[in-house]
């Protein structure tokens, strides 16, 4: 038999079973520091533990699986001064978290640069993200090549 394929559904709370719910609650209690510990969580919210362990692991905020995304950007960079130190700002000052860089050494007066972003803190989309960097002086090409 091969793997089970995860499949994800977006859902009013409206309609989700109460245990679903407060084990939402019940997480949200232990990332806040509200409370330290599963049972003191679970008491709080009036769930039973076995009820939490259930469901914690297939249970997100819709927000919060968006917050997870992460992008690779392909570029070509002009070979001139300052041009990897605006690509950098840009994304700084854009809300993005730079998780890994890649540079090639200039043949022919292009760089290829490889970088895998954090969108969490992104202020635009990541379409209006790309169209702007491609706009940078000194950026030739900027491409997404995946998302994850």
């Known amino acids: 038999m091969g793997a089970r394929e995860e499949k994800y559904y977006l859902?009013?709370?409206?309609?989700?079973?109460?245990?679903?719910?407060?084990?939402?609650?019940?997480?949200?209690?232990?990332?806040?520091?509200?409370?330290?510990?599963?049972?003191?969580?679970?008491?709080?919210?009036?769930?039973s533990r076995?009820?939490?362990?259930?469901?914690?692991?297939?249970?997100?905020?819709?927000?919060?699986m968006m917050k997870?995304?992460?992008?690779?950007?392909?570029?070509?960079?002009?070979h001139r001064s300052g041009v990897l130190s605006r690509v950098l700002a840009f994304v700084a000052g854009k809300g993005g978290n730079i998780l890994t860089i890649n540079q090639t050494i200039p043949l022919q007066g292009v760089a290829n640069l490889t970088l895998s972003i954090d969108t969490a803190g992104l202020t635009l989309t990541t379409t209006n993200f790309i169209d702007e960097l491609q706009q940078l002086d000194g950026v030739r090409r900027a491409v997404?090549?995946?998302?994850?």
Do not use: H, W
């Open 68 to 78: 997870q995304m992460i992008i690779t950007i392909s570029l070509q960079l002009e």
């Open 144 to 148: 997404m090549i995946g998302r994850g």
């Open 11 to 47: 859902v009013r709370d409206d309609i989700l079973p109460e245990a679903v719910l407060k084990t939402i609650e019940a997480k949200q209690l232990l990332e806040a520091g509200v409370v330290e510990t599963v049972n003191e969580a679970v008491s709080k919210v009036g769930l």
């Open 50 to 64: 076995s009820a939490y362990y259930k469901y914690k692991d297939g249970i997100f905020p819709f927000n919060a």
